[in-house]
């Protein structure tokens, strides 16, 4: 599945590029390279990626704009931005090695279907950025119905509509994890891919996968990871362990999803404790 994009991001002898250097700006000045930043790819290898925006908050997208270090190399000398709304000129969708979406889809939106199934055919790997893309998330209790769109009304996760590859759970996703998963494509870095890949045909989220999946079956560690998670504060740790208060959950699944035992494979376990 993902052999194109790793193909181009990992494919080239071409010498790498110095990330650029941005000088005398006053609130962010960004003179070094990170140590953790990636290395560019270079030339006509760079992978060509798509920014779609459905229904959502815009969140996500500027959860991927607090990377400045890395942001300037990464849309200069990485990949090449071939379509989005507002990044490019362009109103024909074109081929593309990554698609990122961001959003549910509305149902009643002709032009957002007829993008997402394009998208859909036309990129080699569709990434779900963000809880809403993934799972719907608040867009789910949205009731749409403005004004300039009065038959806006119902919102779907787009896994629910095509397939997608990688999903990046959160509301919205973090920049860290934005960093790493970009660091993952370039250095094709497939066991850090793989839970973003496990991820990518879950339709639901909510605290109670958190509960019947983890709490109840003993794998709480009382680490609090899932209490930091939750942006709504759904969840408080009370005596060491997690607490979620169903009337506060916005149902994005990032506490399931960031939980260090919810990854635990069912088979493994089996296997290790002989049962
Ligand atoms: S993140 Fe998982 S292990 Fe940690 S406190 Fe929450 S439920 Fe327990
Ligand atoms: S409990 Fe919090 S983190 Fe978990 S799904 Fe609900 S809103 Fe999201």
Redesign the pocket.
């Known amino acids: 599945m993902f052999s194109k994009i790793k193909k181009a991001l990992m494919g080239s002898d071409e010498p790498k590029v110095e990330p650029k250097k941005v000088e005398n700006q006053e609130s962010v000045v960004i003179t070094e390279k990170r140590e953790d930043a990636p290395e560019p790819a270079a030339g006509s290898k760079k992978p060509r990626v798509g920014y779609i925006h459905l229904s959502g908050c815009t969140g996500d997208g500027m959860s991927l704009t607090e990377n400045y270090d890395i942001l300037d190399v990464v849309l200069t000398d990485m990949i090449d931005i071939v379509y989005g709304q507002t990044l490019v000129d362009l109103w024909e969708m074109p081929e593309m090695d990554l698609c990122l979406i961001e959003g549910s889809v509305c149902l009643q939106d002709e032009h957002s279907l007829k993008e997402l199934y394009e998208a859909r055919e036309k990129s080699t790997l569709i990434c779900a950025f963000g809880s809403c893309a993934i799972n719907g998330c608040f867009t789910t209790y949205a009731r749409g119905g403005q004004q300039a769109q009065p038959k806006h009304e119902s919102f779907a996760p787009i896994s629910q509509l095509i397939k997608v590859d990688v999903a990046l759970p959160g509301?919205p996703v973090g920049p860290e994890m934005i960093r790493k998963t970009i660091i993952a494509l370039v250095e094709g870095d497939m066991d850090y891919l793989k839970p973003a890949m496990d991820i990518a045909s879950c339709q639901t989220?909510?605290?109670c996968d958190?509960l019947n999946n983890v709490i109840r079956n003993a794998m709480c560690t009382g680490c609090g990871t899932?209490a930091l998670?939750?942006?709504?504060r759904?969840?408080k740790m009370i005596e060491g362990r997690p607490h979620?208060n169903n009337a506060?959950?916005?149902?994005?699944?990032?506490?399931?999803t960031l939980c260090p035992r919810s990854w635990l494979p069912e088979e493994q376990i089996k296997k290790d404790t002989g049962l």
Do not use: F, V
């Not at 998670?229 to 709504?232: D, E, I, L, S």
């Open positions: 509301c989220a909510c605290g958190l899932c998670a939750c942006q709504t759904a969840i979620i506060r959950c916005i149902k994005c699944g990032c506490c399931y």
